[in-house]
């Protein structure tokens, strides 16, 4: 079982940057695949970002694309989000997932098995 604690939302102008942190707790972290989902208001949960188990591979949505960069440190149990260039619409409660398995590249949510409390991000236009 793994516990994750997301970090570092806040409220950030358009263009701007911000840099989401999630901490888990637990054992054999670099078993687990992890991702980003985000939730704005009156919309369903989004796929954000995943990154493989020891931190090679990555898979993103279209939306974030090119902007937003996933990372891990398998030492550290950290899993990071950097977020570029922001606009209103990524404006969401921003999620840690993690899972176990043998695909690590899923992007829906239902597949995770573990959550984190979510950090709230604003973009201001």
């Known amino acids: 079982q793994v516990q994750l604690v997301e970090s570092g939302g806040g409220l950030v102008q358009t263009g701007g940057s911000l840099r989401l942190s999630c901490a888990a707790s637990?054992?054999?972290?670099?078993?687990?695949?992890m991702g980003w989902f985000r939730q704005a208001p009156g919309k369903e949960r989004e796929f954000v970002a995943a990154i493989s188990w020891g931190g090679s591979s990555t898979h993103y949505s279209n939306s974030v694309t090119g902007r937003f960069a996933i990372s891990r440190n398998n030492v550290k149990n950290t899993v990071n989000l950097q977020m570029n260039s922001l606009k209103p619409e990524d404006t969401a409660v921003y999620y840690c997932a993690a899972r176990q398995g043998s695909r690590w590249n899923s992007s829906r949510g239902a597949e995770y098995d573990y959550w984190g409390q979510g950090t709230q991000v604003t973009v201001s236009s």
């Open positions: 637990g054992r054999a972290f670099n078993s687990y695949a």
